[in-house]
């Protein structure tokens, strides 16, 4: 079955339509914000599925049934494309997805693959992600369908998202100081170990790129960047995604209206709130102002929606615009 969106309800003109995002968690919130960075003018809404996360130990059906369910939640919502943020889910349900709706489907591998293939210079590349991914074996075949030549190394390194989960929410600082090689932000001596048990194996296979085939891995560039060695290149699907979503947009004719004032909606089924709202304002630290929570009423089990508006004055303002915030609201709890 085509499952299409229903444009005739909306007043609004398809292009100007948000981009729909999600993932099982945070992690997709490092593909919202280089998609928001790249195409200011465009609304997103994202969907962080907290409550079921992590995906990757669970089985492709189930993951594919999420899949599913979600991007149905979200052409409910109107959007004009969807972007799977999650490699777990892109890997289980991208393809189902991409013949079940009339829009378009980018997911997360194929832009990452095209990175790593364009950039290693000695083709031997190594690729962390979740069991799931790594079980499905789709970056070896994605990378090799554009370079047979390049020898792949993949290695599931599940904990890594349980230390994004967890220790994103214990950290304060900037989320630069996370996702930059540069920084020097103290790492657990727990987390390091962790990274050097998953990662010196690929360090003797002597890779000079290495994949973050889990949207969660960017936050994690420091410690990864630290045990792998510098003269191994990090490669984030995140900036890819953002670039794939342009180009498909563009060559549709369907990007924002210069001028449009975008408009970032996120909702999770996290039972709490607060922490998905105050780590969600810290990556998108300057354009997003205001969060307000409310029971969704939609088929995904005891979700909860988190609001977020950009300013309608001055997009890179904070918007203290009480009043705006409350129109957010009704026209969300529909
Ligand atoms: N962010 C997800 C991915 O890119 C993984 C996290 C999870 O296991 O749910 O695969």
Redesign the pocket.
Known sequence: MIVSSDRVLSNRPFNDAPIGIF??????LTVAREIAKELPEESIVYFG?TA???????SQDEVDGFVQQICTWLVGRDVKLLVI???????AGLEHAQQRFSIPVIG?VIPGARAAARATKNRRVGVI?????VESGCYPQAIRNIDAGITVFSTAT?KF?DI??QGIRMSRGPIEDLTSLASKVYIRPAFQEIARDYLEPLRRCEIDTLVL?????PMLKALIGGVIGHNVLLVSSAEEMAKEVRETLSMRGELAHEGNIAKHEFFTSAPNLDEFQSFGSRVFSGPISIFLAYNLKADIASAFSVCMRACPLDRRKPCLLIGQTIATIARCAT
């Open positions: 993932d099982s968690g945070f992690g997709g599925d079921r996360c992590p995906y990757g130990p669970r943020a999650c490699n777990t889910a892109t890997a997360a992600a979740t069991k799931g991914t599940p998202v994004v989960e085939g889990c949207t969660h891995y």
